[in-house]
């Protein structure tokens, strides 16, 4: 039942906000086209250098837990 009704919170999430921007669409393409051009590239920066903080703090993450496993082992 979850995935229902997070379908249909999404059908009605789509519904509204294409009921928002329709107006601007049809008065003013051009700007209105330019402005999702540069909304599409920030969401796309956004995610590559999210991604690439995400991988350095996976390596240093595993890096420390190497560490700790070698500190484990000559204690032993």
Not at 4 to 31: K, Q, R
Request: glycine share 4%; charged share 15%; hydrophobic share 55%.
């Amino acid at each position: 039942m979850p995935i229902a009704t997070s379908a249909m919170v999404l059908l009605f999430a789509i519904i509204f906000v294409f009921h928002l921007i329709l107006p601007l669409y049809n008065t003013n393409f051009d700007a209105f086209y330019s402005n999702i051009l540069a909304e599409a590239h920030g969401m796309l920066f956004g995610i590559f250098f999210m991604g690439i903080m995400i991988c350095w703090l996976n390596q240093h993450a595993e890096r420390k837990e190497k560490i700790n496993k070698f500190l484990n082992d000559t204690d032993d």
